[in-house]
């Protein structure tokens, strides 16, 4: 679905806010220091990252994020293989999927980059989507958000910090209600300036991203090929009035295009001239590397095994997607309609349709797709737990724990499996049950951020009978939704309590003591946030 007009105005808000937390005294003094051209001098890596971290959070409080374990580790692996073939294989990255049918992505401060749903339903291969990914990774590891911000400035300081949010929720939309439209109404030249100089980064974030693509393994032709299609999708088009919102912010011209298919041609040229087969040499590996106990033969690394299962993970995540961000009663009809189409009736699709049947209510003919896949797939752990949560639906919830049992077992600390596994047994479980979901949850607290992993384990724990670190989490809920002055007051509550040990106490002091600059910071500057509408100190 796309961007509801209520939710934009509030993104917007939230992104310039926080772009003024790290551009503090731009509304006192109308002078912005004199910073230079060095990208961390004018925004530090750590501000940076706590802008990406705030805009992921507001993003999360109005329902925009995908939020799904096994969709979060697809797209982190397929980013982060990417970022370990770019220039700055070791700087962090966060890569989230939005529920936004438009076809596009966009990139933030802090190594923060969203796929909207609408951009993975239209791709083909996971190399189209992974020469958007590494087309965005080039505007980040290329400084282009921190330029257009330097750039920006010299027209009005308060106007390039706007400017900058806007660029981040993804400028340029049609719609109408996006935040360039907003921006337009008053300052349409430096929002014009704005655009201007952001395409002279495209050709440089498309070079980067077509090397880094190559050295990630995949064509790197995929790139050029998907903005070709996209092109021709504008061709075909009405009048230019449905233009995919990636070509009006990531303009596409024949040049490009073509300098695009001309870099490409000349790595696929210079792979070629490269030795086949290993060229690792264990020696070398052993003077040049720590020693890795579990290694035995360091080339073993290099080698790529193919699938067990015989499946394709990105078909199989491509129709997650489109199920989880959109309608799931309607997609059963989607599906029901297609299946007569040439080629439409894959695996993947089937797989999607399962989903859709599941989320819809109709869990028993979720299973009937199921079962046929899971018997040519039965090493397929997704095709696994999709079973477990149709049968789960299905009412049955002995036969649905047992395969969730099995699944922990054989992947255990998976998180997917873990959260699914947890929630079951919480459900209509005894004390017993939901200890056990309690204890399957905490080990992944330590390295997580989604909201839904905490809000599971502090049911779990509440029904467990223990309603302190049930507190806890659901204050740990809250802040990542987007809620931070709910988990203060949450948080408050918790202390006065007369039962509380000396660790807990501790804890929970912590934790207050984290949240407060922030939140002085958002009372200071009378910032709207879902749990404080009207910007006010509470």
């Not at 995929?222 to 996209?230: H, I, L, N």
Request: hydrophobic share 45%; charged share 25%; aromatic share 6%.
């Amino acid at each position: 679905m796309a961007m509801a007009p209520r939710l934009v105005p509030r993104l917007l808000i939230a992104l310039v806010t926080a772009c003024l937390a790290f551009g503090a005294g731009a509304q006192e003094d109308i002078r912005l220091p004199d910073l230079g051209s060095s990208a961390d001098a004018l925004i530090s890596p750590r501000d940076a990252r706590a802008y990406g971290a705030s805009m992921l959070r507001e993003m999360r409080s109005l329902d925009m994020v995908v939020e799904d374990p096994l969709l979060d580790d697809y797209i982190n692996d397929l980013g982060y293989r990417l970022v370990a073939g770019s220039d700055r294989p070791k700087d962090r990255f966060t890569f989230f999927m939005v529920k936004d049918e438009e076809i596009n992505a966009f990139a933030a401060p802090g190594g923060y980059i969203a796929v909207n749903s609408g951009l993975v339903a239209i791709t083909r291969s996971e190399g189209e989507l992974a020469g958007v990914i590494a087309h965005e990774i080039g505007h980040i590891t290329q400084n282009h958000l921190q330029r257009a911000f330097e750039e920006s400035r010299k027209d009005a300081p308060l106007m390039a910090l706007v400017l900058l949010g806007a660029v981040v929720a993804g400028a340029g939309s049609h719609s109408g209600d996006s935040p360039m439209a907003v921006l337009a109404a008053g300052q349409g030249l430096i929002a014009q300036r704005s655009i201007n100089f952001t395409r002279k980064d495209e050709i440089e974030a498309d070079r980067v991203g077509i090397q880094t693509l190559a050295n990630a393994g995949y064509d790197p032709r995929a790139m050029a090929s998907f903005f070709e299609r996209m092109q021709d999708t504008l061709r075909a088009g009405s009048g230019g009035t449905d233009v995919p919102a990636l070509l009006q912010t990531h303009p596409v011209t024949l040049a490009r295009i073509s300098d695009a298919k001309s870099r490409a041609g000349a790595l696929l040229e210079a792979q070629k001239l490269r030795p086949s087969g290993t060229t690792l040499v264990r020696s070398d590996w052993e003077k040049t590397t720590a020693p890795i106990a579990y290694v035995k033969d360091p080339t073993a690394l290099l080698a790529t095994a193919p699938r067990k299962d015989g499946l394709d993970t990105y078909a199989l995540m491509r129709e997650r997607t489109r199920v989880l961000a959109g309608d799931a009663s309607k997609l059963v009809h989607y599906y029901d309609a297609s299946f007569g189409m040439a080629g439409f009736d894959t695996p993947a699709t089937r797989y999607g349709y399962a989903l859709a049947l599941t989320r819809s209510g109709a869990g028993a003919r979720a299973i009937v797709q199921l079962k046929p896949l899971l018997a040519a797939h039965p090493d397929s752990l997704i095709l696994d737990l999709a079973m477990a949560d149709a049968q789960l639906q299905a009412g049955q919830r002995a036969d649905a724990l047992a395969r969730y049992a099995r699944l922990n077992a054989r992947s255990p600390r998976n998180r997917a499996v873990a959260l699914a596994y947890a929630k079951a047994l919480t459900a209509g479980g005894d004390t017993g049950q939901a200890t056990l979901a309690a204890s399957l949850l905490r080990p992944l607290l330590d390295d997580a951020d989604e909201p839904d992993i905490y809000r599971s384990y502090a049911r779990a724990s509440d029904k467990a009978g223990d309603s302190v670190r049930a507190g806890e989490a659901y204050s740990d809920a809250s802040y990542l939704s987007g809620r931070p002055f709910d988990a203060m007051e949450q948080l408050k509550r918790l202390l006065k309590r007369d039962d509380l040990d000396y660790y807990a106490r501790a804890r929970i002091q912590a934790r207050i003591a984290d949240l407060t600059p922030l939140l002085l910071e958002l009372r200071k500057r009378k910032v709207q946030t879902v749990d404080n509408p009207d910007g006010r100190s509470q």
